[in-house]
């Protein structure tokens, strides 16, 4: 499928998040297993051929450059290499963005090992990095893009992995 070149029907959009989510989900397993595994040498060694040569077939045929962020001519948007919200992004936190009628954005999401900063915790940067992003989702109006220009945080106590979280802004 070539994303840059064609103005994907709403479906076909469907479609696809339907096939690229779970691909990257998928990823992000694989991240979590590598981090916590205690598996043999031998089979470290067999999974790390597999994983080279699934990424060699993903290889084959590849945009040049960033995802970024498409819209078709309906306004429809992907922003599925995202680090953050990438739903292809097997590295993005597993948050899905809502948008409550009143306005605004929000999360629901579970942090596991791959966002370990001090040992049981989430790494601060990955707290700012989603609150960034939730941030600018609520700033967003009308397909027009929003940025965070400043963030001032005091930590006071930590986010601790494997607990439930919510944000909203």
């Not at 694989?30 to 060699?56: M, W, Y």
């Not at 970024?68 to 990438?86: D, E, K, P, T």
């Not at 942090?111 to 900063?117: H, K, M, T």
């Not at 001090?118 to 009308?142: F, K, Q």
Request: proline content about 7%; charged content about 20%.
């Amino acid at each position: 499928m070539d994303f840059q070149h064609h103005d994907l029907p709403d479906d076909e959009i469907r479609r696809l998040a339907g096939l690229y989510g779970p691909l990257g989900a998928a990823v992000r397993e694989l991240i979590d297993a590598a981090i916590r595994t205690e598996v043999d040498d031998d089979t470290i060694r067999a999974a790390t051929t597999q994983i080279s040569d699934i990424a060699a077939t993903l290889r084959t045929t590849q945009i040049d450059g960033a995802f970024g962020v498409r819209y078709n001519s309906n306004g429809s948007g992907m922003a599925w290499g995202n680090a953050v919200i990438g739903l292809s992004n097997g590295v993005a936190p597993p948050l899905t963005l809502t948008y409550p009628p009143e306005g605004g954005s929000a999360a629901e999401f579970t942090l596991g090992a791959p966002y370990e900063g001090p040992p049981g915790c989430v790494h601060g940067g990955i707290s700012m990095m989603v609150l960034d992003a939730i941030l600018g989702s609520a700033a967003a109006r009308d397909e027009q893009a929003a940025y965070t220009g400043t963030i001032t945080v005091r930590f006071l106590r930590p986010t601790f992995l494997f607990t439930p979280l919510k944000a909203t802004a």
